[in-house]
């Protein structure tokens, strides 16, 4: 994923935890905020609760991962952050992308094929 797409300072995630707009569902909470930009940044976030350093690194690929396959789809303007819930350890990847992209329909920022 190109820098520019990606979220990386803690300035950036607080801006749009305070002002931004949250959904959720069992696995997952999406943030989001329009950022004034005709593309969207995204950024993953999960706390150490989660576990140690391998799983928290397996469920952000898969993350990653479901996102990049259907970037292509998600409407542009916007900064969106995902943080997974502590079931989610327990979910499969197919769940995982269910709830994501849900939670992008919900919200109106994924576009129908």
Not at 1 to 29: A, P, T
Not at 42 to 49: A, D, E, M, N, Q
């Amino acid at each position: 994923m190109d820098k520019r797409y990606r979220l990386r300072k803690n300035s950036e995630f607080q801006k749009i935890y305070k002002r931004g707009k949250n959904y959720w569902n069992k696995y997952v909470v999406l943030y989001t905020m329009k950022n004034g930009q005709n593309y969207t940044r995204v950024g993953f976030s999960l706390t150490k609760k989660y576990g140690n350093s391998v799983e928290r690194n397996r469920i952000r690929r898969q993350m990653k991962e479901i996102y990049r396959l259907n970037s292509n789809r998600v409407v542009g303007g916007y900064d969106l952050i995902f943080i997974p819930k502590i079931r989610t350890k327990g979910a499969t990847y197919e769940e995982i992308e269910d709830a994501m992209l849900g939670l992008l329909k919900r919200s109106h920022l994924l576009r129908t094929r």
